[in-house]
C-alpha cells in the first residue's frame, strides 16, 4: 500500500455515507493516474473532510460548547457564582439541570447519538471537574484546604459519593437525550420514515 | 418551477466550458481537471453541485481494458448550456488554467 493509497483510504474513512459514490468516482480516477496519485488523493480527503464539516460541523460544534459549558459548572458551583447556594440541594441541582436541557436539544438533534453525547458529556465534565479540584482550587486557597475540601465543604447529593453523581449526571442526560429523541420523532417525519440515516 | 442560482465562479464556467465541446460528449474527471486546471479537491465539489442542479449529466462507464475499475463520467445538459452563455454573455470570465499561469 502506497502513501497515495492510505491517504485515499483516510478520504474513504472521512467520508458520510451519502457521498460514497462521488468518492468512488474519484477513487476511479485515481486508478486510472498514472502520476500525482497522491495529490488526486489529498484532494479526495479535502472534499471528504469538506462533506464530514458540512454533514457534522455544526453538530460538533454544537457538542464541544456543550461540554464547555457542562465542564464549567465545577467552578459555579463551587465558588457560587452564578448559581445561588439555596438550590445547591437535592432535586434542583444545577448541574442536573443544565445536563437535561443540553441533552435534550442535542437528542432532538442527532436521536440516534445520545447515548455516545451522555458519556462525553459527563467524561468531559468529571475530567475537567478533576483538573479543577487538583490543581484550581489549591493554587486559589492553598494546599492546607486538600483538594477534597469542596467536597467536605458542601456535602450534597452529588458529591456525598463520586459514584452517586456520576450515575446522576448520567441519568440526566440520557433522560434529556430520550426526551429529545422523542420529541424529534414526533415533529420530524423523516427520522420515522428513515430517511435521515446516521442523524 | 425554475430554480434561481447565485451566479456561477470562474472555476464553475471553465468545468462547463470544457463540457461543452461541439459534440456533447462524456468526459471523465481527468479530463476535465486537465482542461481546467483544477485539483480534484476543487474540482469535484464543482461537480456535485452542477450535477446536483441538473447542469450536467454523470454516469458509470464500462472500462475501456479489462480489469479496470468503471469510471464516472460527465456531460452537459442543456440546462447547464443555457447557465454558460448567460454567464458568458454577462461577462463572466472562466477560470480556465492558462489564466492562472
Redesign the interface.
Known amino acids: 500500500m502506497t502513501p497515495a493509497d492510505m491517504v485515499l483510504y483516510l478520504a474513504h474513512r472521512i467520508a458520510p455515507e451519502g457521498r460514497a459514490d462521488w468518492l468512488n468516482a474519484m477513487e476511479a480516477e485515481y486508478q486510472a493516474l498514472e502520476t500525482g496519485r497522491l495529490r488526486w488523493a489529498l484532494g479526495c480527503v479535502a472534499v471528504a473532510l469538506g462533506w464530514r464539516v458540512a454533514r457534522d460541523g455544526l453538530y460538533a460544534a454544537l457538542l464541544c460548547a456543550a461540554t464547555w459549558f457542562v465542564s464549567r459548572d465545577p467552578l459555579f458551583v463551587y465558588e457560587a457564582k452564578l448559581i445561588p447556594q439555596e438550590l445547591l440541594s437535592f432535586g434542583l441541582n444545577p448541574v442536573l439541570v443544565h445536563l437535561t436541557v443540553i441533552c435534550v436539544l442535542l437528542g432532538a438533534y442527532r436521536p440516534r447519538q445520545i447515548v455516545l453525547v451522555s458519556f462525553v458529556l459527563v467524561t468531559a465534565k468529571h475530567l475537567y471537574g478533576l483538573y479543577v479540584w487538583y490543581v484550581v482550587w489549591p493554587r486559589e486557597f492553598g494546599d492546607e484546604m486538600g483538594p477534597l475540601w469542596p467536597f467536605l465543604q458542601r456535602l450534597n447529593i452529588m458529591n456525598a459519593h463520586f459514584l452517586i453523581g456520576v450515575w446522576a449526571q448520567l441519568g440526566a442526560c440520557f433522560t434529556g437525550g430520550f426526551i429529545g429523541r422523542a420529541l424529534a420523532y414526533r415533529f420530524r417525519p423523516s427520522l420515522r420514515s428513515g430517511k435521515a440515516s446516521g442523524q | 418551477m425554475s430554480r434561481r442560482f447565485r451566479a456561477p465562479s470562474p472555476q464553475t464556467i471553465a468545468v462547463l466550458q470544457a463540457l461543452s465541446g461541439p459534440h456533447a460528449r462524456w468526459s ?3 479530463e476535465i ?1 486537465e482542461a481546467t486546471g483544477l ?7 464543482i461537480l ?1 453541485r452542477l450535477a446536483e442542479r441538473g447542469l450536467l449529466e ?1 454516469e458509470w462507464q464500462d472500462p475501456a481494458q479489462p480489469g ?5 463520467a460527465y456531460r452537459i445538459t442543456g440546462e447547464g448550456r443555457a447557465v454558460l452563455h448567460h454567464a458568458l454573455a454577462t461577462g463572466r470570465k472562466p477560470g480556465l488554467k492558462e489564466a492562472w499561469r
Open positions: 471523465y474527471g481527468l481537471a485539483a480534484s479537491g476543487s474540482l469535484y465539489p456535485i454523470s479496470r475499475p468503471a469510471r464516472h
